[in-house]
């Protein structure tokens, strides 16, 4: 096969024009100029780096629903879970999981296809930033950020195309292409472990380059990544791996400069970044996607029909867990007795209009569902609104469950658990007593809590090994009968994702 552009380096071209007026998303004009133009000078380089941002919100492969990193939470962290349910029948097999294995599937090679080209983008900046004109520290700096975007690709590329580690024979299974320079060429593929070691070294050689270059991101461009991005990288990695020791570490470290969102933050919308958020990507009027922003798929005041008729709600058993004293249950529409619809959730009369009297700025033409969720609001019309990557509140969680597995006291993981739910304010009347497994469940429940729509839930239940059991009304649930199914962590090729075709054809180093 010889239409290579999916994987091929192809510096030029890939990176955006610069097409916001302010300069947030400011990118060198790539298409048009030659690869020694953009690194010519650090000033430049910066705004290449800016280009591997903008890359996380761009369409692709010619679909509307490709839109960088968005899709990758709703359809590969959100719609394949436990907790999340979307009225889209039509939609099961990806629901189901069950492209898992088909190497034709647009499904199975759009991560592939997407993280490759950050990574190609962010290898051409690494090998060529230290011959550009500009202050030594501004070169690190860049390089460091060209790393960090690079660990975080190959992190998402080995959640999905990987074995969860439990069943990897310690890192011996396959991993990844793991492509580090320019080249185009036949490469083999990696073990799972090495595709770890080389994550970390990026991370480390990050870190190592953002501390001698005593450099920062400005503090009102949260789509940059710095040196607190590489450390909560490194935390959700390390904790991928079960390296629960590091996993607790950089937890620690990327939180310490982020403080938990108050209660009024936590119900203004999830789509402004606030004191907690780590790093997010870029969203406003004027750098938009329009109806196929990650927004306009989950943002209850989106005009986008994927929103007004199939509005995104909560697993029913997910939600009956929340306790009625915690302001994340405030999120979801409550059904309170009112009759709604139980082969599909949409609410009757008096939920529709408790649900319009409670957030006038639904649209008028918008369908009710009992257990929808009101936690993503849009900032404009029809999806506006940035998009969050790390939190301080997942850095509790990792440094919770990575205390628990390294069988530090209880009292040490009660303690991480009571300061994201009570000291914060999100429930005052929290105490968390349990132990044993009771405790590790009480830290899978706030997971599933805490970050709901955010797209962990499928990669969760993937790294736990844990069986996804999706029930009707009748049996508890709120899923359509299409919908439910029970999926055992041996099932669907242990959910790991097959290298696409497109990729084997073209690369005889996988013969």
């Not at 660990?151 to 074995?163: D, E, F, P």
């Not at 969203?283 to 329009?290: K, N, P, R, W």
């Not at 943002?299 to 929340?322: G, M, Q, W």
Request: charged share 20%; with cysteine.
């Amino acid at each position: 096969m010889k239409n290579i552009n999916y994987i091929k380096v192809l510096f030029a071209g890939v990176l955006l024009l610069a097409s916001c007026k302010k300069d947030y998303l400011e990118t060198l004009p790539t298409d048009s100029v030659s690869t020694p133009t953009v690194f010519e000078t650090t000033k430049n380089a910066k705004l290449a780096v800016n280009g591997l941002a903008k890359m996380m919100t761009q369409q692709y492969l010619g679909s509307q629903g490709f839109n960088g990193e968005g899709t990758i939470k709703m359809y590969y962290g959100n719609y394949p879970g436990n907790n999340f349910f979307v009225n889209l029948s039509g939609w099961a097999d990806i629901i189901n999981a069950n492209y898992n294995q088909n190497l034709t599937s647009i499904y199975l090679y759009y991560p592939w296809y997407y993280y490759y080209k950050i990574i190609g983008n962010a290898n051409q900046i690494v090998v060529s930033i230290d011959g550009a004109e500009g202050p030594a520290v501004e070169k690190e700096f860049i390089k460091a950020q060209a790393l960090t975007f690079r660990a975080y690709s190959y992190m998402m590329l080995a959640q999905i195309y990987g074995n969860r580690w439990k069943d990897s024979n310690n890192g011996q299974t396959g991993g990844l292409v793991l492509r580090t320079d320019v080249s185009t060429g036949d490469m083999p593929l990696s073990t799972l472990g090495q595709t770890y070691d080389l994550i970390y070294k990026d991370l480390n050689d990050a870190i190592a380059l953002y501390e001698s270059s005593k450099l920062d991101r400005e503090s009102d461009k949260n789509f940059q990544v710095n040196e607190d991005v590489a450390y909560a990288i490194y935390a959700r990695a390390a904790l991928n791996k079960q390296d629960y020791v590091n996993a607790e570490k950089y937890a620690v470290l990327a939180r310490k400069n982020y403080k938990l969102m108050s209660n009024a933050d936590y119900k203004n919308g999830f789509s402004t970044p606030n004191g907690e958020w780590i790093w997010s990507s870029y969203g406003a009027s004027d750098e938009t996607l329009y109806f196929y922003s990650f927004q306009s798929y989950i943002a209850y005041n989106s005009t986008a029909s994927a929103v007004r008729t199939t509005p995104k709600c909560i697993s029913r058993e997910l939600f009956d867990k929340i306790p009625t004293t915690d302001v994340r249950r405030d999120l979801f529409l409550d059904p309170k007795g009112e009759a709604y619809t139980t082969a599909t959730g949409v609410a009757g009369t008096a939920m529709k209009a408790r649900a319009f009297k409670l957030f006038p700025d639904l649209q008028a033409t918008a369908v009710p569902f009992a257990y929808m969720n009101f936690k993503f609001k849009a900032n404009d019309i029809p999806g506006i609104g940035h998009v969050n990557h790390f939190r301080a509140s997942e850095m509790y969680l990792i440094e919770a469950e990575a205390k628990f597995f390294q069988n530090k006291a209880a009292s040490e993981v009660q303690g991480v658990l009571n300061a994201l739910n009570a000291t914060s304010g999100r429930d005052v009347n929290y105490v968390c007593t349990k132990t044993g497994t009771d405790l590790l469940n009480e830290i899978k429940l706030y997971r599933a809590v805490e970050l709901w729509g955010e797209g962990f839930d499928w990669f969760d239940m993937k790294r736990w090994g844990d069986t996804i059991v999706r029930k009707d009304f009748a049996s508890g649930g709120n899923f359509l009968t299409s919908l439910v199914t029970t999926i055992k962590p041996e099932d669907k090729n242990k959910w790991t994702w097959s290298i696409p075709l497109r990729e084997s054809d073209y690369n005889k180093g996988l013969e």
